[in-house]
């Protein structure tokens, strides 16, 4: 089970990542600035709909908010994995296409 504390970390991180405010990402999801710094400190427990709306403001899928960081010997991986997630999530159209295909050159490097 991932305790509200957990989930606040794991927002934090993201909308740092996004190079987002509290207040953006609020605004960004119907919410108050105070709202997002309490869903991150862990005060309160955001509910489906706030899961829905972060998942959506932050760009990544709602079960990365739900993994529990301090319980996974993959705790980096997962960290960069999201991290990478974020940086894929907000790029346009044509810069997406030219990082996938960076990936892929590097993924059949890695394979020879």
């Known amino acids: 089970m ?4 957990e ?5 934090k991180e993201l909308r740092r990542v996004n190079r ?3 207040a953006q990402l609020g605004d960004a999801i119907g919410r108050s600035a105070d709202a997002i710094s309490q869903i991150e400190r862990g005060v309160n ?5 706030t899961l829905m709306a972060l998942s959506s403001g932050l760009s990544v899928p709602v079960d990365v908010l739900l993994t529990s960081k301090d319980n996974s010997v993959l705790h ?29 050159v590097l993924v059949e490097r890695t394979e020879r």
């Open 2 to 5: 991932v305790s509200a504390k």
């Open 7 to 11: 989930i606040g970390s794991v927002v």
């Open 20 to 22: 987002m405010t509290q």
């Open 45 to 49: 427990v955001p509910t489906l709909e």
């Open 76 to 104: 980096e991986r997962r960290k960069g994995l999201r991290r990478a997630n974020a940086i894929l999530h907000s790029l346009s159209d044509k810069d997406l296409g030219l990082a996938i295909r960076l990936l892929e």
